[in-house]
């Protein structure tokens, strides 16, 4: 293994790289992260072992009520209002494909049980329509949604 940077500090500290072009951060003697030749970053979360980490692509933080508007976000483009309590999520770039997984949080409603609920349309790689719906199966808009998309 080629060492690139070799910092001499305490704590052991160092960057190495091999001839295939894997990065290994390391610390105290041990692999903390590590970029492989595919460009998979891996990681030790803190259970031991150094796993592949998926990223969120996107998410978004939105108000649900009257106007629709963006709070924060992350790879999204805008908000669709297409009726109550359904809403088109659109990224600013599209992701690799439509096999990315979404979960999402409301704020609380008045003795409604809120959660997120896949649209009778399929998802795309540029966008995702979805409802804020009650446990009683009737759509309600919300003031605060929060929508991921991981992949």
């Known amino acids: 293994m080629a060492t690139i940077i070799n910092a001499d500090t305490s704590d ?3 960057l190495t790289s091999d001839t295939s072009g894997q990065i290994d951060f390391q610390s105290a003697g041990s692999t903390k992260a ?3 030749t595919s460009g998979n ?12 980490a998926y990223g969120c692509r996107a998410w978004v933080n939105f108000v649900g009520t009257g106007t629709v508007s963006i709070n924060a976000s992350g790879n999204v483009s805008s908000i669709t209002d297409n009726a ?5 999520v659109n990224f600013t770039t599209a992701m690799p494909d439509d ?3 979404v979960n999402g949080s409301t704020s609380s409603a008045v003795n409604n049980n809120v959660f997120i609920a896949g649209a ?7 966008a995702y329509r979805f409802n804020t ?3 009683s199966n009737v759509n309600l808009d919300m003031p605060i949604v929060n929508v991921n998309f991981i992949r």
């Open 84 to 88: 109550v309590g359904n809403y088109t």
């Open 133 to 135: 719906r009650a446990s």
């Open 34 to 36: 590590t970029i492989d």
């Open 120 to 126: 009778t349309v399929l998802p795309t790689t540029s």
């Open 41 to 52: 970053l891996k990681f030790d979360s803190g259970f031991g072992s150094v796993g592949t």
């Open 99 to 101: 096999d990315y997984s």
């Open 12 to 14: 052991g500290l160092k």
